[in-house]
Each structure stands twice: as structure tokens, then as C-alpha cells.
């Protein structure tokens, strides 16, 4: 069971360049959830999940991470965040991308078997640059799964992924969230039914 | 050469004459060496320091040899795609390296009783560390690229895109004033070649240059039935893999 | 100090697998001594009363050129957005980067300096100053680099902004270390000099984490 | 042609965007010529009679730690695929990238140099020589480095094999070009020297691009 | 109405690293279809497009591209390649990226028209470093589209695409395919209903 953290946005609204693309947004993300945000191409969804990581400054409005009611001081250390880069160097193998994310994120879970559960055994010990776009997904879906925070944030996990990576990814999702966890996803697909919808545009 | 081209040929061929490489070799190096160290006289100006040329010279005059070797190879190898081509110019590397770091060392040894120092950036003697680099270059290249057939190609441009540096050190001491000597070993006198040093000297000298020339033809063929041999165990291990 | 020392690791392997590492800094120093002497033509003597002088300017722009990458193939592959979220906060991963640039750059000059100095004609008595001022006084190009590289990481222009920001931080280091250096060869006390490098060194150990920090921040949202 | 030019065109736009463009160049050897005599010392007369040698190794410098990026990023990004699939074969789009990166490099420095020459101290007589001469043999640092950039391009350990790679064909342009500049400070005819370095530059010209795109083809697969 | 091209793979296989990807994979495509390569990550899908396209050797096999039967010479001015990167310089605005392909590789429709037909106009004169996900992948699509080459290879064309995007893109496909052209497409989703499949693992 992982600590239960509620991400609560209110009145957000971002701006990019000299666009707003959305304006007095709120949200409200409990544990044991899965929240998907959608929205056509370009209208915010990477922004709105940059923006929960902390990543960016909301224009307005405030985001609160909170466990049992009460805020936290530091919501960087209680999320991981998977974005469209996969955030992989390709000069050093897959294992060695996991083992240097779990020293510097922390981790739950061992390097090994993150990739064993997204089927990349086989390819633990090749540099990434080798790697097909599917392959290189599930490495990056792997490390989420390892440092295995509270509140997951994943834009598009499945884009990429054959039919047997999709499963595993939602398999992955859905445990967590069974297991208190809080997971937020941009995503073009529905990835577990009954997800609630958050529309950005 | 194509006769040559399938490695059984090769390897019949090389295993009769590396017996007689390694003869001549030996035989020529060593009375060579004999004569230059102990039968000539003493240089009047060097004194002994000058035996260090038995050394220095054929190991110069190797260096841009085998460069040049490795050159043929390349260009046999890029426009007929001869894999034999490609481990030849790849095995002779490493000797050419080593030659090309005896002539640095032997001629910094060289340079102290003679110039009074071991280095100076002289045209030739940079020229001749440039070469080294190039050396390493070129094995760089074969490390770094997994696929051999890759490998072979990109080391194979580099080796003819470098050649510029031979006729460079050939003639940077005459395009440059240097501290280095020009050639004096042989000369165009009168429209012809003639020897300027004595014979008494030049004879072994060239004992010994031609017994490198063996020896490193010997040392070539060693290496590459060695390749021949890892590349036959590396496609038998997959094999049994894939079985 | 786990994480810490694995970005310093990682950016290490990364250096070693891309460019060789401490090797390429060796090599690109020997490859401005080798051209030197040459270009200048061999006078022995000129060239050993500059040879500080070269090889600390040589030093300041090796730091200087490979600097524009140091934050910016992180931020191209997402990595950087990961580093944000670590356990340790931004600051640490400039001094982490800070550092694996310097032991790349700096460092394997430091070390190698004697032996260049050896092939300039350098006086002897200036050795144990140059490799003594280069220890101190190279981590400023890597510590207060790291601002100019966090300022620009991304933006446009950011080559040229990167060259104009960080060469006033150079300036005084790269003109104090040969200043030490042609003091010991003349026979006086470089005492005051490594003071100075001492000083800015320390500062910028301060500065260029908590300045690359907040700019990379600016860069993040 | 006109795709030619297209090429060429977007190389200097995104170097423009990127780093300034040729500014880049002008403050790479604004700093080192700024930098050069406060850390010499300056003793000018010293200076001024090694300035082209400076230059020269300044501009061989500048070329090489740019260079591996040259197809770097078009390798990354995907972009080197579409140049292949390009209407011209791959030979005139390495030419075309050589041709940006002199332009931003080389070009910048040869215009500069008389300026640059000026604040180094040099005699007068050199200028004319200096500017003519890197105009000739600039060009080689980037046609001939073309070929140890595709070379190494998305090799382990490039950098350092770049180095190694481009030294042995920048060092004779160096060591040439710096002395027909002191040949005409001396009163000398430099006539050989560009002999040499024009011969040099149009060999790399049709080196250069055949062998670069034989190399990125190489890669490509 | 393009020149009918077709493309005749016999017996290709295919190695990276000491490892074999596929074996006596034989393929034709003829004008006029849509033929989907199918199979797992890291089968060699993107492999055997990049075959196709002259970017990789055949470890063994013959690849030919002919127009009404005979043999093309200059197989690489006739097919676009649409890879798993975009290709796009972030440095420039789309259009410029679009103008300069037109340059390189020839077009034959106008830089606008393509943006529009992808809904990317009023995002055109944006640097394409600005843009989402879906707005990179659809200014790569239009590039393809502009250049209007016989023989299109996609490379998951539809990735991190909305409905919308996809809906165009799968038009645009469906159109080329009508008039003639030549479409191979590497996916994990069905592009259009009755698409040829061919596995490659
Ligand atoms: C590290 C220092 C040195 C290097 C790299 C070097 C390099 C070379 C090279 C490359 C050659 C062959 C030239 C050719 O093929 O035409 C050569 C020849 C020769 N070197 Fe050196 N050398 C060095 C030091 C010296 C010294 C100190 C001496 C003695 C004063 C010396 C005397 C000679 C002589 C007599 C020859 C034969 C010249 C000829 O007939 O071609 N070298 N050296
Ligand atoms: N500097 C800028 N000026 C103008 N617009 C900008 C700027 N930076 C970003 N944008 C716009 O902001 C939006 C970014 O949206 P974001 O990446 O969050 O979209 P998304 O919903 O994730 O889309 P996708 O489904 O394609 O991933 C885009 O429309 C982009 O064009
Ligand atoms: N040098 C190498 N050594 C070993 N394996 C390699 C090497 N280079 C590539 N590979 C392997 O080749 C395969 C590449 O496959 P490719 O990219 O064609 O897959 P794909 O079918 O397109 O997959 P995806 O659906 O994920 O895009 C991967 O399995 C990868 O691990
Ligand atoms: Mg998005
Ligand atoms: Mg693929």
C-alpha cells in the first residue's frame, strides 16, 4: 500500500507564449484513482501534467499535493512523471538508466525487475540507442514503475507499444492504482475503463 | 590477387613461407645489428650514439611503409570488397604503430647527445608523432564500430584520406627549414641514385631495413591467421547458439 | 551523497562513451601544443615565456566550447525534467555537472601541464606554479561555466549569449594564473595570485550551483 | 542548385538561431585575442611576431571543436535520413554543410583578421598576406573535417577519434598558412605557400564531400 | 494520378548487432495499396522501412522499385520516408521546415495547403520547438504529403495523434492509395479497413 497523496488543482490557467490554453481549471485526483486528461492536439495536456510535476508555473490559481489532508512540503519527491521524451540515454544501456534513476530519484522496486515485468530482459544490457520506439517506451514506463512514487504521471504510456506492452502498461497502471496510488494521464486512448475524464480544451 | 582471396589459400600460402620470413628475418636483423654495433667504426662527430640509426632509420622508414601497405589494403578492400584486404590493412596497424613509436623513441634518444634535446617541434619529427596519432586513429576507428563490415569501410576511407601524410614527411625537410637531417642515405646525383654514406655503414643498414620488411610480413601473416582463426570460432559459436 | 556522486558518475560514463572522456581534453591539449609551436615557427625561446599564458588560455576555451552542451542534451532528451524530480535538490545537479565537466576539462590538464610545459620550452622553475594555479583555478570555468550554460540551455542564440556571459568570469581567472605563473619564473612570490584564483575558485563553488539552479528553473517552466 | 542553396541556407539559419551565427565565430576570436596577451603578458613585440601563428591555430581550433556536431544533430533528429532521400546525392549535402560550417567559422576569422592582427600587434606588411592566406586555407579546416565529422558521427568515443582524426590534415594548413604570413613580414615571397594551401583547399573541395558522404553512408545502414 | 510504382522485396533479411531480425522476408507492394508491416516491438518493423527506403542494406535479398514494370534507377527520389522522429528542426517554424523539404526533396503541393489539410495553419509560423507532441507528428505528415512522392513509408503515422489528426491523416493515406500511389505503413492500429498485412515476426 503507498502513501495516499490527493492532488487538488484549482482555478489553473496557462499560458504559452501569449496564448492562454486554458483558463480557471480545476482538478481533483484522489488516490486510488485514474484520471485521464483529454483533449485535442495542442490543447494543454502536457502542459496541465508539466504543471502538476512542478515543472511549470501555473499563470494562476494553486496545486496542492497533499497526503491525509495535509500539504507537502516538497510534492517533487512524491510524483514521477513520464513525458513525451523518453528521458533515455542512449550511450548507456537500459540497466544503467534504471540504476542511475533509482540512485538519484530513489526507487522501490529493483532496476532488474521493472524490466523483467515491461518483457526487456533480453535487452537489459544494450545501449538504448539501439532500441526500437517500443523498446525504449517500456524502459521509460520501467523506471516509473521502479522509483514507484505516490503519483504517477504519464503523458501517452502506451504511444509506441504493441498490444503485449499495452497490457503490461495497464496491467502496471491498474495495480497501482489498486494499491492507493494516484496516477494522471494524458492519453488519446482509453487506458483502464471507468477512468475519470478530465477535458482540457 | 584475387587467387588469394578465399582465406584457405591464404592460409596454405602463409603457413609455407612464415618459416622463411621468420629465417630471413632473424638472419638479416641479427648479423645487421651485429655489424652495426660492433663491427663499424664510431661516427667521428656522433660517436657511438650514431648505431642508434641501425634502429632509427628502418624503423622510419617502415613507419610510412607499412602506412603505405595499409593504403593498397585499403583501396583493394573499398573497391573490390575483399574481407582479406580488410584484415590485412586492420593487423598491420598495430605493427605500424609500433614501428612508428620506435623511430619517436629512437630519435628522441637520438636528439639529446646530437641536438641536445630530446624534442623540438620540428616539421619531421611532428609530422612523424602525426603519423603515430593517425595510427591510433585508424585502430580507434576499428574499436569503436561494432559491425565489421562497417568498420572496415569507415577505417578504410580514413587510411586513404591520410596518405597526404606521407609525401608530407617525405618532404617537410625540405619545405621547412629543419633541425633534421635530409636524406642522406641516398641521393639524385648526376641524374642517378647514388649512396652518400659509406659502405661500410650502408650495408647494414639496409640488412636491417629489409630484414624489418620480412619481419613484419611476418608478423602480419601471424596476425592475420590469428583473425582468420577468432572469426572462425566467433561464426561457430553463433551457429551453436542458434542451433 | 549517493545520488549526488551517481550524476557525477553518469555524466562521466556519458563523457567517456561519447568523447573519451578526460582522453579528449588530453588530446585536445596536446593538439594545441603540437600546432603551436609550428605555426608560430619554432622559436624556442619566445614560445617558453608564453607556454602559461597558451596553456591557460587553451584551457579557458576548451571549457568554453564544450560548455554549451553541458545542460543541453539533458534538456533535449527530457532527462532534465527527470533531474528536477530527484530526491536531492536543482542545485546539486549543476555542482554534480559542474564537476564532471571540470574532470573532464580541467582536470586532465592540471595533470598533463608539466609534460606540456615540457614541450613548450616553459622555464622550469614556473612547473610546480602552473600545475598548482590550474588546480586551483580551472574548476572556475566549470563552476561559473555552468551559469553561463544553464542561462542559455535552449534558448536562442545561446552559443553567442554563453560566450559574452561567462568570458568576463574568465578573464581575471585565466590572466591571474599566468600572472602566477611568469612571477615564480621570474623569481618572485606568486603568493597573492593563488590567493586571488583561491577566492574566485571558492565563490564561484557558491555562485554557480545556486545561479545555474535558478536558471535552469527559468529554462524548466 | 536551388536545393543546394536551400541547404546551405537552413545550415546558416539554424547556426543564426542557435549561436549567433558567424557572431559566434567573431566572439570566439575576439576572446582569445582579447585573452591572449593579458595572459601573455604584454609583451608586444613578443606577440606580434607570433600573431599569425595564433590565428592560425585559433581558426584550426574553432573548426575542430565544432565540428562534431556537424552531422550530430541531423543524425539525431532524424534529419539526416530525409538529406538522403534528397533530390542531390548525399555528396552535395556534405558539401553544402562544409560550405555553412566555413561561413560561420573561417570566413568570420579571415575577415576579422586584419583587426584581429592589429590588436596581436602584428607588423603591418603581414596583413594583406594573413587575410588572403586564411582566405585560401580556411576552407580546408572545414572541407577535410567534414570527413572525420561523418566519420565519427554517432561513433562511441567520436570526439576524441575527431581529434585524432582531422590533426594529421589541419596541422601542414597550419604550419603553411602561418608561414607565409612571417615569410611576408620578412620580406619574403609567400607564393609557394599558397601554392601549397590553394592545392590543399581544392583537393578537400572534392575530398572532402566524396569521402564525407562515403563515411555517413556508412552510418546510415 | 502518380506513376504506379511498385515494390518487390525477394528473400531480404535483416541483422543488427550479431542478431538476426527477420529471414527470407519477401514482399510486394503494389500501386494502388495500402500495405501494413505488422508485428512486436522491436521485430523490425522500422528496420524493414528503412531497408525500403535505401537507408540500411539487406543482410541478404534484393529490393527493386519499378515504374510499369521496369527497374528504377534512383529509387530514393521516389519515396518519402516518414520515420519515428519527425525530422523537424525546433529552431524553425514549420513552414520553414516544409519550404526547406520542398527545396531538398522536390514538391508537389504548396507548404501552406499541407499545413492546412493537417489543421496546423494557425500554427505555422510558430518555431516547431513550441509545439505538441501531435503538432510535430501532423507538420512531419504534411511534409510527406507536400512532397507527394509515389511510394510513401510511414513509420506509426498516427503516433500521439487526436481524433481529429488521425482522422486526416488516415484521408490523406486513403486518397494516395486512390490515385495510385504506393503506401507502406508500420503500425500497431488499423489504418484502413482491408490494408494488406505483412508480418514481420
Ligand atoms: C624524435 C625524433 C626523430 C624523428 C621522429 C625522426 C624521424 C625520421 C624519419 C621519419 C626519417 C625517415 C625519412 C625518410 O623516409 O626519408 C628519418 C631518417 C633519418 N633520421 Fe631521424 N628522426 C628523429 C631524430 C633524429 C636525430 C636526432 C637524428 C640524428 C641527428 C636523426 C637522423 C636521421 C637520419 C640520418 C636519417 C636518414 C635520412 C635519410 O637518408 O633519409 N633523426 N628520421
Ligand atoms: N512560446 C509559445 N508561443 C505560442 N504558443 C506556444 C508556445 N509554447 C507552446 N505553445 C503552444 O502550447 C501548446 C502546448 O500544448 P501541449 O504540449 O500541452 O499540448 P498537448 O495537449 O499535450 O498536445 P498533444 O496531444 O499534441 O501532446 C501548443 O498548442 C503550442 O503550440
Ligand atoms: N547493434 C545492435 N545490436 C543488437 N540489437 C540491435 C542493434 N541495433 C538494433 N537492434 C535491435 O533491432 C531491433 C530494431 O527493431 P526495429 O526498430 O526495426 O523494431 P520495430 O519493429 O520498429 O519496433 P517498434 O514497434 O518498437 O517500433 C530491436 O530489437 C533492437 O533491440
Ligand atoms: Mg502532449
Ligand atoms: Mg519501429
Chains 1, 5 share one sequence.
Not at chain 2, 122 to 144: C, I, P
Request: charged share 15%.
Amino acid at each position: 500500500m503507498v502513501a495516499g497523496v490527493e492532488v487538488t488543482g484549482e482555478g489553473l490557467s496557462c499560458r504559452r507564449g501569449d496564448r492562454l490554453l486554458f483558463t480557471d481549471l480545476s482538478l481533483n485526483a484522489r488516490p486510488g484513482t485514474l484520471t485521464a486528461i483529454v483533449g485535442p492536439n495542442g490543447s494543454g495536456k502536457t502542459s496541465l501534467l508539466r504543471m502538476i510535476a512542478g515543472l511549470l508555473k501555473p499563470e494562476a490559481g494553486t496545486l496542492t499535493l497533499s497526503t491525509g489532508g495535509v500539504a507537502d512540503e516538497e510534492p517533487a519527491t512524491l510524483l514521477c512523471y513520464l513525458g513525451h521524451h523518453d528521458a533515455l540515454k542512449a550511450q548507456m544501456t537500459a540497466r544503467e538508466n534504471l540504476e542511475f534513476a533509482a540512485r538519484w530519484q530513489g526507487a522501490v522496486r529493483d532496476p532488474d525487475e521493472a524490466l523483467a515485468r515491461l518483457g526487456m530482459t533480453r535487452q537489459a544490457d544494450l545501449p538504448v540507442g539501439y532500441f526500437s520506439a517500443g523498446q525504449r517506451r517500456r524502459t521509460a514506463f520501467a523506471r516509473c514503475w521502479m522509483v514507484g512514487r505516490p503519483v504517477w504521471l504519464l503523458d501517452e504510456p502506451t504511444s509506441a507499444l504493441d498490444s503485449a506492452g499495452r497490457a503490461a502498461v495497464i496491467d502496471l497502471i491498474g495495480a497501482h492504482v489498486a494499491d492507493g496510488g494516484t496516477v494522471i494521464a494524458a492519453t488519446h486512448e482509453t487506458l483502464i475503463a471507468g477512468a475519470a475524464e478530465l477535458r482540457v480544451a | 590477387m584475387l587467387r588469394f582471396a578465399n582465406p584457405k589459400k591464404f592460409l596454405d600460402l602463409s603457413g609455407a613461407l612464415l618459416p622463411w620470413l621468420w629465417l630471413g628475418a632473424i638472419g638479416l636483423m641479427g648479423w645487421g645489428l651485429y655489424a652495426a654495433l660492433f663491427a663499424t667504426p664510431a661516427d667521428y662527430q656522433q660517436g657511438d650514439s650514431v648505431r642508434i640509426m641501425y634502429i632509427h632509420v628502418p624503423s622510419a622508414w617502415m613507419a610510412s611503409f607499412i602506412y603505405g601497405f595499409m593504403f593498397i589494403a585499403s583501396v583493394v578492400g573499398l573497391v573490390w570488397k575483399h574481407p582479406l584486404a580488410d584484415t590485412a590493412a586492420k593487423e598491420a596497424a598495430p605493427i605500424g604503430a609500433c614501428f612508428t613509436a620506435a623511430c619517436l623513441i629512437t630519435g628522441s634518444l637520438w636528439g639529446k647527445p646530437t641536438w641536445g634535446t630530446y624534442w623540438i617541434w620540428d616539421a619531421r619529427l611532428t609530422s612523424v608523432l602525426v603519423l603515430f596519432f593517425l595510427y591510433l586513429g585508424y585502430m580507434g576507428v576499428w574499436a569503436a564500430i561494432e559491425d565489421r563490415a562497417k568498420a572496415a569501410r569507415a577505417a578504410a576511407i580514413l587510411c586513404v584520406v591520410g596518405v597526404i601524410n606521407i609525401p608530407i614527411i617525405r618532404f617537410s625537410v625540405e619545405w621547412w627549414d629543419t633541425l633534421h637531417q635530409g636524406p642522406s642515405v641516398v641521393r639524385f646525383e648526376n641524374g642517378k641514385l647514388a649512396p652518400s654514406i659509406d659502405p661500410s655503414m650502408l650495408w647494414p643498414l639496409l640488412a636491417v631495413a629489409v630484414g624489418c620488411t620480412l619481419l613484419f610480413f611476418a608478423l602480419l601473416f601471424v596476425r592475420m591467421r590469428t583473425d582468420i582463426a577468432r572469426r572462425r570460432i566467433r561464426t561457430l559459436m553463433t551457429m551453436k547458439a542458434a542451433a | 551523497m549517493s545520488a549526488f556522486l551517481a550524476l557525477v558518475r553518469r555524466d562521466l560514463l556519458l563523457s567517456f562513451r561519447i568523447g573519451g572522456g578526460p582522453f579528449l581534453g588530453l588530446a585536445f591539449f596536446l593538439t594545441v601544443t603540437a600546432m603551436l609551436p609550428l605555426g608560430v615557427g619554432a622559436k624556442l625561446n619566445l614560445l617558453g615565456e608564453a607556454a602559461a599564458g597558451f596553456l591557460w588560455v587553451a584551457a579557458a576555451l576548451a571549457s568554453l566550447l564544450s560548455l554549451d552542451r553541458l545542460f543541453q542534451a539533458d534538456a533535449e532528451d527530457g532527462s532534465l525534467d527527470q533531474l528536477a524530480l530527484g530526491a536531492l535538490p536543482l542545485e546539486f545537479a549543476v555542482l554534480a555537472k559542474a564537476i564532471a565537466h571540470w574532470l573532464t576539462t580541467g582536470l586532465p590538464l592540471t595533470l598533463a601541464a608539466p609534460v606540456l610545459a615540457l614541450m613548450l620550452n616553459m622555464p622550469e622553475a614556473g612547473y610546480a606554479t602552473l600545475t598548482l594555479s590550474l588546480l586551483i583555478g580551472s574548476p572556475v570555468f566549470s563552476l561559473a561555466g555552468a551559469i553561463g550554460a544553464a542561462l542559455t540551455a535552449g534558448l536562442r542564440r545561446g552559443g553567442l549569449l554563453l560566450s559574452l556571459l561567462v568570458l568576463p568570469l574568465f578573464v581575471p581567472v585565466v590572466v591571474f594564473g599566468a600572472g602566477a605563473v611568469s612571477a615564480a619564473i621570474n623569481g618572485f612570490e606568486p603568493g597573492a595570485a593563488f590567493l586571488f584564483l583561491g577566492a574566485v575558485s571558492l565563490f564561484s563553488l557558491v555562485l554557480g550551483p545556486v545561479a545555474g539552479a535558478a536558471a535552469l528553473r527559468i529554462h524548466l517552466s
